[in-house]
């Protein structure tokens, strides 16, 4: 059956199962937030639930893509928790989907943990991916990041950042999150994308190893070892249309990390 390749009892680390309530700090800011649950097993679906309203968040339970979509037809949603494994549409087929018509940040959940499964739903456009068995400090956790990088996406960490930077004919509005290409037609990207692209722009010309560049784009989805940046990376890539084999855009430095090989211009 599609969902229940574990049971639900042995997807739940001990610190989900004893149900003890630990608010969030800004819980304040966490009222205002839509969380839809996509799982077609009752209890983790139930579960999440209960753990992310203990915690202030609004949450509407799906069982598959069917109820997802009526959802995203009723109201806004601010993040989407989506098991891979569905009746019907796969949760990759649905992250596809959602991707094709919203902005709306997806963290990917399957006992399906292996690395071509976090590369897949990243690939498609996921924000993070949670394994089972989870805890509920990590779900907790990795939605208040997905949520914080959506609500303030451009914090500082070294700088104020800029309101414009133009490189290789390519614009990108900060404030607006924005990627205009040389036509003139806007780029949509995923928020994993904005943050990459903005660490890059921000060091241009500067080789940033993989760990680093995970650090500045906030973008922590599995360690520097597996090959989560190495897929942000390659889609963004194919967004800016850098298909060049001789001095691309983004350039890799093997072994090590990544590079930004054009002049940008700040305003």
Not at 9 to 17: F, M, N, Q, V
Not at 32 to 39: L, M, N, W, Y
Not at 56 to 67: H, S
Request: glycine residues 8%; contains cysteine; proline residues 6%.
């Amino acid at each position: 059956m599609p969902g229940a390749d574990l049971p639900t009892t042995e997807l739940i680390l001990p610190d989900i199962a004893t149900g003890i309530v630990q608010p969030l700090p800004d819980r304040a800011l966490a009222l205002a937030h839509h969380i839809v649950v996509v799982d077609d097993d009752a209890g983790v679906r139930t579960l999440l639930t209960r753990i992310l309203r203990e915690c202030g968040y609004e949450v509407t339970g799906a069982r598959d893509g069917a109820e997802l979509q009526s959802i995203m037809g009723a109201g806004r949603i601010d993040l989407i928790l989506l098991d891979i494994m569905l009746p019907g549409d796969s949760g990759i087929d649905l992250c596809r989907m959602i991707r094709n018509q919203s902005r709306v940040p997806i963290i990917m959940i399957s006992a399906r943990g292996q690395e071509s499964d976090r590369v897949a739903g990243l690939d498609v456009g996921a924000d993070d991916y949670i394994a089972k068995p989870f805890g509920r400090s990590e779900v907790l956790a990795r939605v208040r990041a997905v949520l914080r990088r959506m609500r303030d996406p451009h914090t500082p960490l070294d700088a104020p950042v800029p309101e414009r930077f133009e490189f290789a004919s390519w614009q990108y509005h900060a404030r607006r999150r924005e990627l205009i290409a040389p036509s003139g037609a806007e780029v949509d990207l995923t928020a994993a994308e904005q943050d990459l692209l903005l660490a890059l722009l921000r060091n241009p010309q500067r080789m940033i190893g993989r760990e680093r560049l995970l650090e500045l784009s906030r973008s922590r989805i599995g360690s520097s070892t597996d090959r989560s940046i190495d897929v942000l990376v390659s889609r963004l890539r194919r967004k800016l249309g850098d298909g060049r084999k001789m001095r691309p855009l983004i350039r890799t430095v093997r072994g090590v990390g990544y590079m930004l090989a054009a002049d940008v211009v700040v305003a």
